[in-house]
């Protein structure tokens, strides 16, 4: 290399340093110091390394890059920006502003070229192993001899504090496990998190060691900014393909000020002074503030060209491909538009009383084997809890080591981990990712669950065992205050559904409304599958609520109740009946998509002339107000759950026709007094 080759080198790593820097300093908030020492790094990753087009962020065979680190936000729009995506340079002057493309953390969906949100540490890495995941199913499923049609690597920066998170060490460890030699992440190890130098919490010195263990090959770079080195490390990685890579690599926090190596570098900007230090430190003019040096522009914008040239070059072997393997290429395009295959529906099964009660997490499990038959882009698993949860896939094959055509995910005991990878899955393009669990550790995914309703990503998270209906296990394992925390996350659709034809339903609208999550709560216990001649049809599923057995006049009280507590509100109909009461049952398997609902279907379904409402859900009542009101009543659950058998819980816990028919008859007076006294 040359002298002026290795100017302008300097000048377009200290370019994404002052970018970053000067982004921070006008907003006045975010995250300069990672920027600034990741800059060497980043720049031989994307000028020497990544493969991506920026005119077609969503070329299928890019390479990913994530930035888990998500906090050092401003290295990711710099690149991206300077790299020729959409995004200008007025975008970076917005930085942290309201309605910019370049918000505080990187935001998937908003801002051209981000591959996830990340922000919470170890969302990120974990996203990256779904991605490699998705990636090496696709390669199984399509690549021939001599037709390499997928053939990318994901990337990813991970910081200390990507380090300590728990995820990170779940998805480490499935993914050395699974041997996914696509993976080549980075680890900033710049020795500061927020309160100090990492040792104050950290002394876990052998990283190595520790994803060593894991079955990852570690490299090890001590100056992160020897670009020769990191790049001599990049294609070591490379080489190694059947187990993911690590590179270590030493970097200083606030690289070039005098806040370097220290966590005050983190978080804050520079300051007016420490800044202008740092620019006659590197070398680098005062004035004007997002200073691109012309060369500098043009010398990453050529990611342009090459980018066209490697998609152009792709889409010609793609066509060769096309011509040998017309109906896998058919598949291709389908997969990467998510669609569904023609007639993937039509065995779906119907459910009939006369087969006798059956589990709501049975019948999904002969939903879900009956589409997965159809729909070889659907995969997923569970967190070893496939038996109980009823998701395998039966004769659909086993995703291992070395194998990696088989459909049925195995998470280990990792929900945390299993609910980022299904995101990175969904992320990667060509896959309809499912999961499952117990409700109950919904707790432990929680954090990805939001964050695919905030990224309002379709995937499908499986819960059963979802009230103290499940019985012996005790209130460790019984679900009391999840259901109404997880409809509480925005842009979430969660479906109770009430007996096996519902649960059909539920996974229909699944499959089919592919705009955000979407979450099964299923029941352990049995319930009865309802006459679809004598109710309701399952059909109004979509509807969120229906009315399941109404009445000819209007009903004295209405009877709402979700998922296994349906049945109940049938029998205490009959008996309210038997005592000239008339009730009417309103079937509520997804109080959202109820509330999506024109305010006309609202009024039919729950009259706002009916005060006397009484909702039943084995769960915490909060949030049901919304739809009974002040005057109505909830029968649920204000304390934990308890270890007995299911029927003994929840007769125990208020949930016997007994209680239910007492509370609808208060409940009739009740309103009835009230209505007399405004009167
Ligand atoms: C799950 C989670 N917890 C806490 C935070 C707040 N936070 C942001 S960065 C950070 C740690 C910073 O240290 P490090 O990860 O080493 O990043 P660096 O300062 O070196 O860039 C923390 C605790 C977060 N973003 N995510
Ligand atoms: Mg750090």
């Not at 910019?100 to 051209?112: A, F, K």
């Not at 049975?362 to 038959?373: F, I, K, R, W």
């Not at 499940?470 to 009391?480: N, S, W």
């Not at 379904?605 to 005057?631: C, F, M, N, Q, T």
């Amino acid at each position: 290399m040359n002298a002026s080759q290795m100017e302008l080198q300097d000048l377009s790593i200290n370019t994404i340093r002052f970018l970053a820097a000067d982004a921070v300093e006008k907003a006045k908030s975010g995250h300069p110091g990672t920027p600034m020492g990741l800059a060497p790094l980043a720049y031989v990753l994307w000028k020497v390394f990544l493969k991506h087009n920026p005119k077609n962020p969503k070329w299928e065979d890019r390479d990913r890059f994530i930035l888990s680190a998500g906090h050092a936000s401003m290295l990711l729009y710099s690149l991206l920006y300077l790299t020729g995506y959409d995004l200008t340079l007025e975008d970076i002057k917005q930085f942290r502003q309201w309605g910019s493309r370049t918000p505080g953390h990187p935001e998937y969906g908003h801002t051209p070229g981000v591959e996830t949100t990340t922000g919470p540490l170890g969302q990120g890495f974990a996203n990256g192993v779904g991605m490699a995941m998705a990636q090496r199913y696709l390669a199984a499923y399509f690549n021939r001899e001599g037709h390499k049609i997928v053939d990318h690597y994901i990337y990813c920066i991970a910081s200390d504090g990507d380090m300590m998170e728990g995820i990170t060490s779940e998805a480490a460890s499935l993914a050395g496990d699974l041997g996914l030699g696509k993976l080549i992440y980075f680890y900033d190890n710049n020795h500061i998190t927020i309160e100090g130098p990492t040792d104050l919490a950290f002394s876990e010195e052998n990283v190595k060691k520790r994803f060593e263990a894991y079955g990852w090959q570690v490299l090890v770079g001590h100056h992160g900014t020897d670009i020769d080195t990191i790049e001599h490390l990049i294609k070591q990685a490379h080489s190694e393909e059947r187990k993911p890579s690590l590179i270590i690599v030493r970097t200083h926090i606030g690289y070039g000020s005098p806040k370097q190596d220290t966590a005050a570098a983190h978080g804050a900007m520079l300051g007016e002074e420490d800044l202008k230090l740092t620019k006659q430190k590197l070398d680098w003019p005062l004035e004007p503030s997002f200073y691109v040096p012309p060369e500098v522009l043009s010398h990453y914008r050529e990611a342009l060209k090459e980018g066209e040239e490697a998609e152009k070059e792709w889409n010609m072997r793609f066509a060769k491909y096309a011509k040998e393997f017309p109906k896998l290429a058919k598949d291709w395009h389908k997969f990467m538009a998510g669609e569904l295959s023609e007639g993937w529906d039509k065995d779906l099964p119907d459910f009939d009383p006369k087969g006798g009660p059956i589990a709501t997490r049975t019948a999904s499990g002969e939903v879900l084997n009956t589409v997965a038959a159809k729909l070889p882009n659907l995969i997923g698993g569970s967190a070893d809890l496939a038996p109980s949860t009823d998701t395998y896939l039966k004769g659909l094959g086993d995703f291992l080591k070395g194998d990696h055509k088989g459909r049925n995910l195995h998470f280990g005991v990792r929900e945390h981990a299993m609910g980022a990878i299904l995101n990175g899955m969904y992320l990667h393009g060509g896959i309809i990712p499912f999961g499952a669990t117990f409700l109950i550790f919904s707790d432990y995914m929680r954090p990805p669950i939001r964050l695919a309703a905030l990224m309002n990503i379709p995937v499908v998270f499986v819960y059963t065992h979802d009230s103290i209906g499940l019985g012996e296990d005790g209130p460790t394992h019984q679900p009391v205050e999840q259901l109404i925390a997880l409809r509480a996350i925005p842009n979430m659709t969660v479906i109770r559904p009430a007996d096996a034809n519902e649960t059909r339903e539920a996974w229909v609208y699944a499959l089919t409304n592919r705009k955000g999550p979407v979450i099964l709560v299923l029941a352990r216990q049995k319930v009865p599958v309802l006459d679809q001649k004598k109710y309701g049809s399952a059909k109004n599923l979509n509807k969120g609520a229906y009315i399941l057995s109404g009445t000819k006049n209007p009903p004295q009280v209405i009877l709402i109740a979700t998922g296994s507590e349906v049945a109940l509100a049938l029998a205490s109909q009959e008996k309210l009946a038997e005592q000239n009461v008339s009730s009417s049952v309103v079937s509520m398997p997804s109080v959202e998509l109820f509330d999506a609902q024109p305010q006309e279907y609202k009024d039919r379904i729950l009259p706002p002339s009916i005060k006397a409402r009484l909702v039943i859900e084995a769960a915490s009542p909060k949030g049901w107000r919304d739809y009974v009101g002040l005057e109505g009543d909830v029968i649920a659950i204000n304390r934990f759950g308890a270890s007995a058998p299911g029927p003994v819980a929840m007769e125990n816990l208020g949930f016997s026709v007994e209680n239910v028919v007492n509370h609808a008859l208060a409940l009739i007076k009740k309103t009835k007094e009230s209505t007399n006294t405004v009167q």
